[in-house]
């Protein structure tokens, strides 16, 4: 049985092209996070409509997503380096199926919160994963530009999400129909991650263990991960929360905030578009500037404006505001995640999963509580000024963290 699976993994060709595992991780990106995620908001305001929906219902099957984000992230984190590949093929899998399950007709909403939390959980150990076993097999000369093209997928997907949405609107179809698609593009993916197969992946079969087994590993391996990093660590982590907390406010309701505010019918979908199309041109860029310049500094840049992005609707009225907002985030989105993700990890690159892990449950934490106090701020008039001031000083406060990170010894960095 064990030479026919073999065999049968024998037949998708190795992939050890650095470009092309790159491209591999961004499309596996695209997926689990474009569409597992952020297909939702690009939806969001056709979902409310055919489903009657209000803001808080949306808002909670936001941040359901989110908190299977932050299971998923622990999840990851007891994953061992040997059993990577298998973790993130399953997961995967579980994405593009959760993904093809809106398309049912009459889902009952307990049935979307399930659904979405799968979602979550999937995005969440698929994202850690996937950038452990992609990056690592980046030459160190290139890693710092092939790390930016991998997470740029980010941002193929918001854009994938926001022209498919668009597309399939324009043609009078709807958001079931919507994530159909989206899930049957996804499938190829499955064939790819066949081609970046480890070696070793068929001799990881490790024996079962007792939970409290478990348990006592996992408490060793944190320790030995955060020895020496202990302080650097729970500022990056605690900046990385406020950070969750700060932009998830425009990436779950910009599209809504644009379809209240402006009388194009699709101006959800475009400035959606623009915070896709953002993020592509600009996370290149900040892994050259990263080079020159440091990822803590590039950080704290990226941090910084993204802060001022949220009060841009603030402080300009109608579109400006509002596509101002969306092209700094998507300028800042993922680079934030690629600074901070390569930050952590290259504290203690043997147990990079975990530390990977455990940046990511601090994102996922802040970006569960982000949707559920933006509507508690929203009221019954949908006005989300109150819960982009809150986004900004989130961010300013992750960012006075960073400044202190920065002045850690460098030997605690």
Not at 67 to 90: D, E, H, K, S
Not at 262 to 267: F, G, I, P, R, S
Request: proline share 4%.
């Amino acid at each position: 049985m064990k030479t026919t699976s073999q065999s049968r993994m024998r037949m998708v060709p190795t992939i050890t092209n650095e470009t092309i595992i790159a491209l591999i991780g961004l499309y596996c990106l695209a997926v689990v996070m474009g569409y597992g995620r952020f297909l939702f908001t690009a939806t969001l305001p056709d979902i409310m409509t055919q489903l009657t929906l209000s803001t808080t219902v949306a808002g909670w099957l936001a941040s359901v997503n989110y908190i299977g984000y932050f299971i998923g992230a622990l999840i990851a984190m007891f994953v061992p380096q040997r059993t990577t590949w298998q973790t993130l093929m399953l997961w995967t899998a579980m994405s593009v199926i959760t993904t093809m399950m809106l398309a049912i007709p009459s889902l009952p909403i307990m049935l979307w919160y399930l659904v979405r939390l799968l979602a979550g959980i999937a995005s969440g150990i698929a994202m850690i994963l996937s950038s452990t076993l992609v990056i690592q097999s980046f030459s160190l000369e290139r890693r710092a530009l092939l790390s930016t093209l991998h997470y740029a997928g980010i941002g193929v997907g918001i854009s994938a999400s926001a022209i498919l949405t668009w597309w399939l609107l324009s043609l009078d179809y709807h958001f079931d129909v919507i994530w159909l698609i989206a899930g049957l593009s996804s499938l190829p993916l499955l064939w790819l991650l066949l081609g970046i197969r480890p070696d070793n992946a068929a001799d990881a079969n490790p024996q079962p263990r007792s939970i409290h087994q478990t348990y006592i590993n996992f408490k060793r391996s944190l320790y030995e991960a955060i020895s020496g990093n202990g302080k650097a660590i729970s500022l990056l982590s605690t900046s990385y929360v406020l950070a969750g907390f700060g932009y998830i406010t425009s990436t779950t309701f910009l599209p809504v905030m644009a379809t209240n505010q402006l009388a194009d019918t699709y101006a959800g979908l475009q400035i959606w578009l623009v915070v896709g199309v953002s993020i592509i041109i600009f996370n290149p860029v900040w892994g050259i500037l990263a080079k020159r310049i440091g990822e803590i500094n590039t950080l704290i840049g990226l941090t910084l404006l993204q802060a001022l992005g949220m009060f841009s609707p603030l402080w300009f009225a109608g579109a400006l505001g509002l596509y101002a907002n969306a092209i700094i985030v998507g300028m800042t989105f993922a680079g934030m995640v690629s600074m901070t993700l390569n930050i952590i990890k290259n504290m203690n690159p043997v147990y990079s999963n975990l530390l990977i892990g455990l940046a990511t449950l601090a994102y996922a934490l802040g970006q569960f509580i982000g949707p559920l106090v933006t509507v508690a701020l929203a009221g019954d008039n949908d006005n989300f000024d109150a819960g982009l001031l809150a986004a900004g000083i989130g961010l300013l406060m992750g960012l006075g963290l960073l400044l202190w990170f920065r002045q850690l010894p460098q030997k605690s960095v």
